[in-house]
């Protein structure tokens, strides 16, 4: 049951500001960060064969539009902000909303956003290399494996993006919403041009060269690969956590999710046809930045410059789409009295979550300096995947629960994608339990300990 909300009938509402491109720019401009330009090493080396990795991207792009499929029933039956926390609100009871919520605000999200901006920065010293020089060190046991802490030019720039695109996002979702729009386009097309460079201008190697014994294909390899790619495709589900600032929301979520995600699976399968039509899957293997690679091959330095550009605009993208959706979810655990009660206010004059927008990122700011997000970001893979899996069960819980719900769209393929991805986010969380002990107890505890500050907020409050 919902709990009480802390808010009065005359508190500020959120405005319904954003359209079905600004929905599905959401979608696509935050599903594609540096995964496509990074994660083909890991697979090929995973996999061994070409073949493979395009198999392995396929898997894991229908597993992400099982999700999409399953989360836009959801997403259009209760248009609500938070996306993720109101379905496990609605499906299990409030606890369940406040920890993803938990989650989001402290590891996942925030972490999520220090580690895009952090990519940024390292992109852009492809172009102003004293970006890495160290600024101060501070001489506490802060830092890497217990060593003194070193913050670097880079890292202050990085913490400048967050807070400014925290500004952007605060004078209103419209805004963001365009700006999400724009740097989404030019993001989808300078990779278009980096496709069509591969595929129309590159040559494919004139001999194959050494390729070292071939890796066996394994269950393990395989699945290591699939790891690779879900990351590569996540993000699909962000545009929910918006549903209730999209106009037309039982049309447009439907189909920014499922269209948003199809789009995203085509350009990364071109991609990857680019990178093996002008490289071997031994270069492949052996490069980190398998996109920089090819276009240097076609276009000498020139074409690394113009990898790093795409790279920067599209983690650009990602990053404001992130806080734009982001915000939402700690805002929304609020006005349920779930959270600082200053996190519900709606700003009167630009209609958007203020003070969550502002608290996320300067969290996330602070998580660049530390260092530390990427291993907090690890410890919480097991348990996000475990909510993530009880979201889209949700569509069967909800079903059973609530038949009289009304559900402008029903998941195609009921009840059998849902259960697949169900199936497959459990296979996930057994292999990170087994595979990673100690980090996915960390990353289970980490979340419990939002456990006290429930049952501290679920007391009974004056409203606001």
């Not at 996942?108 to 172009?127: D, E, M, R």
């Not at 695109?165 to 605060?170: D, E, F, P, S, T």
């Not at 066996?216 to 690779?228: D, N, R």
Request: proline letters at 6%.
């Amino acid at each position: 049951m919902k709990p009480q909300a802390t808010t009065t009938p005359a508190t500020v509402e959120l405005k319904r500001d954003l359209g079905l491109w600004s929905a599905a720019a959401i979608v696509v401009g935050t599903v594609i960060g540096s995964g496509i330009f990074l994660v083909p090493r890991t697979m090929i080396l995973r996999v061994g064969s070409p073949e493979m990795v395009f198999v392995v991207w396929v898997a894991g792009g229908l597993l992400s539009l099982a999700g999409a499929l399953s989360y836009a029933e959801l997403a259009a039956a209760m248009p609500e902000a938070g996306g993720e926390y109101v379905y496990l609100r609605e499906a299990y009871g409030p606890v369940w909303g406040f920890l993803y919520s938990w989650t989001q605000m402290w590891v996942a999200k925030s972490g999520s956003i220090a580690t895009l901006a952090t990519g940024f920065f390292y992109y852009l010293t492809n172009f102003l290399p004293q970006l890495n020089g160290i600024l101060l060190v501070v001489p506490l046991p802060i830092g890497a494996h217990g060593a003194p802490l070193e913050i670097r030019y880079g890292q202050i720039l990085a913490m400048v993006l967050i807070l400014f695109l925290a500004g952007v996002n605060y004078f209103g979702v419209k805004v963001g919403g365009e700006v999400q729009v724009v740097v989404t386009v030019i993001k989808v097309a300078l990779i278009l041009f980096i496709i069509v460079a591969g595929l129309g201008w590159g040559h494919r190697p004139a001999e194959p060269g050494p390729q070292g014994a071939p890796i066996p294909l394994t269950l393990a390899g395989f699945f290591a690969a699939m790891v690779a790619a879900l990351w590569a495709y996540d993000g699909w589900n962000n545009v929910s956590m918006v549903a209730s600032e999209v106009r037309q929301p039982q049309r447009n979520l439907p189909l920014a999710l499922i269209w948003g995600t199809l789009a995203v699976a085509i350009l990364y399968l071109l991609a990857n046809a680019a990178y093996f039509y002008v490289l071997t899957p031994a270069e492949v293997g052996a490069s980190n930045r398998v996109a920089a690679e090819m276009m240097r091959r076609i276009l000498n330095g020139a074409g690394a410059d113009i990898v790093s550009i795409a790279a920067m605009i599209s983690i650009f993208a990602a990053l404001n789409g992130s806080i734009l959706s982001g915000a939402r979810v700690p805002y929304a655990a609020a006005r349920d009295g779930l959270f600082f009660r200053s996190i519900a206010r709606v700003h009167p004059e630009f209609h958007t979550p203020g003070i969550s927008i502002l608290a996320l990122s300067a969290w996330a700011a602070l998580l660049v300096l530390s260092g530390s997000y990427d291993q907090l970001y690890t410890y919480v893979i097991f348990a996000s995947w475990l909510l993530y899996g009880m979201t889209t069960a949700a569509v069967l819980v909800l079903r059973r629960k609530r038949p009289d719900m009304p559900r402008p769209y029903l998941t195609l393929g009921y009840p059998v994608v849902p259960v697949l991805f169900v199936a497959s986010a459990l296979c996930l969380v057994i292999s990170t339990l087994f595979d990673s002990p100690r980090e996915s107890l960390l990353g289970l505890a980490l979340i419990l300990v939002g456990l006290p500050f429930y049952f501290h907020w679920r007391k009974p409050v004056r409203p606001i």
